[in-house]
């Protein structure tokens, strides 16, 4: 395989297309529970239901576009169209938000989950094959990182900016009305965003061509993935760090309001997480070169159970305090996007000379455990806000929480992430497939 140096006309617009991605996954990720409970009155139990069960789809939904995007790449030499299928996906993000008026509780939730199903379907037929484009090129390791560098650090802006101004747009006391009309905005945002990254992937492919695609049955290449022990081990030390970042996303909101009192404040404790995240991506990009991938992701999962444990100690630790550790957290969280990512493609290319027509179905396990961990991590927060009492409300009412309730805010948002990042650790500490000229296929079984 050649390995090209891709042109920026090329990078910047593909990385462009991750700005859409990240509203997705950012807004519903951090307001979603937080609509539904504080906003809707939906209890806990069945709000963290109406977020796991609908993602449950993907275990299956992801695979299957994997499978489609193969197959499609195969018979026209490009993963263009399904992408453009995928940017339907800003219809079901408004609708997440515009419930009908009258929908309350649980009518409200299951509302919530029908969009939520085909939002999950619409955004995997843009999100595989845009993520399996870097193993399509002509690059080697160190442009991989490059390439995912740039994506990183252009959807971890696209975050930062979604996350802030989403809260701003609906205001400190939101009413249902103030949602959607914040859904309408960004899903504007969200359609630019998504076409421009076509427009990337095309341009990547000619300044990289992939090696033509075999017309071959694909239906092996999801046993071929799942087979690949390095996949296996990467993905699961994944699916935990997703399940963690997800739940700490959820759980921003509720720790704005019941532990610093202030719930205005939602907006600076994504800025003060996202902001580092943006600022030390290139630095990330640079230490990779130097230490490799798996030292890196490493560092970051110890960093950031560092930083959760020191949250632990809650508003009674001071402002200062409180801001290093979630700056520290940022810092861990640019790792945790880019090394994972990058190392991927490494797995697909180590697999043998077909890898890259298989780049589908290993991408569409490897999102699906993204979006696994997506929704189960809002539901881990919220069956602790349900074991500690935790009182659903809507937009106005003032409820005092029980101490269970509030000690529930605190340590779920920061002791069980730091618990689970442990995890993903010790799982990521069995990944040995990290150097810039792979092993053998045959060694990694």
């Known amino acids: 395989m050649i390995d090209h ?71 026209v030499g490009h993963r263009r169209r399904v992408m453009l299928v995928g940017c339907a996906v800003v219809v079901t993000f408004v609708a997440l938000f515009a419930v009908p008026a009258g929908l309350r509780g649980t009518p409200a939730a299951i509302w919530v989950a029908v969009a939520l199903v085909a939002g999950n379907l619409l955004y995997s037929a843009y999100q595989v094959p845009y993520l399996a484009t870097p193993a399509d090129l002509g690059i080697g390791y160190h442009e991989r990182t490059r390439l995912m560098g740039f994506r990183n650090t252009v959807i971890t802006i696209g975050v930062l900016l979604s996350g802030v101004v989403a809260p701003l747009l609906t205001g400190t006391t939101p009413d249902v009305g103030d949602y959607g009309r914040m859904a309408a905005v960004l899903g504007v945002v969200m359609l ?38 390095q996949f296996r081990v990467l993905t699961a030390s994944y699916l935990t760090m997703a399940i963690t970042m997800s739940l700490v996303l959820a759980a ?135 074991a500690g009492g935790f009182v659903a409300s809507t937009a106005g009412d003032q409820i005092t929480q029980s101490p269970g309730a509030l000690s529930a805010v605190r340590y779920g948002s920061t002791l069980v992430p730091a618990a689970l990042m442990t995890l993903a650790a010790l799982l990521q500490r069995n990944y040995a497939l990290d150097r810039p000229t792979p092993a053998p296929a045959h060694s990694r079984r």
């Open 5 to 75: 140096r891709l042109p920026l006309r090329a990078v910047v617009p593909f990385a462009t297309g991750s700005i859409g991605m990240g509203i997705w996954v950012t807004v519903p990720g951090i307001l979603l529970l937080y609509f539904l409970t504080d906003v809707l009155a939906v209890p806990p139990a069945v709000a963290g239901l109406a977020l796991l069960i609908p993602n449950i789809a993907d275990i299956v939904l992801h695979p299957w576009m994997g499978r489609v995007t193969d197959t499609d790449r195969a018979a």
């Open 192 to 229: 630019a965003a998504m076409l421009t990254g076509i427009l990337g992937v095309a341009r990547l492919n000619v300044a990289a061509p992939p090696a033509p695609a075999p017309a071959a049955d694909h239906r092996g290449g999801l046993l071929a993935a799942l087979r690949d022990r």
């Open 252 to 386: 921003l909101p509720y720790f704005a309001k019941y532990e610093l009192g202030r719930p205005e404040l939602t907006p600076a404790l994504v800025a003060l997480f996202m902001g580092p995240a943006v600022l030390t991506t290139p630095l990330w990009v640079l230490a990779a070169r130097r230490l490799g991938k798996q030292r890196c992701l490493l560092t970051a999962q110890s960093g950031f159970v560092a930083g959760s444990l020191v949250l632990a100690f809650g508003a009674g630790a001071g402002l200062p305090v409180l801001v290093i550790a979630m700056a520290l957290l940022g810092v861990s969280f640019a790792a945790m996007q880019l090394m994972p990512l990058s190392m991927v493609p490494d797995v697909i290319a180590a697999s043998g000379p077909g890898g890259p027509a298989r780049a589908g179905a290993y991408t569409g396990l490897w999102t699906a455990a993204e979006a696994t961990g997506g929704a189960v991590g809002p539901y881990i927060f919220s069956a602790v806000l349900l």
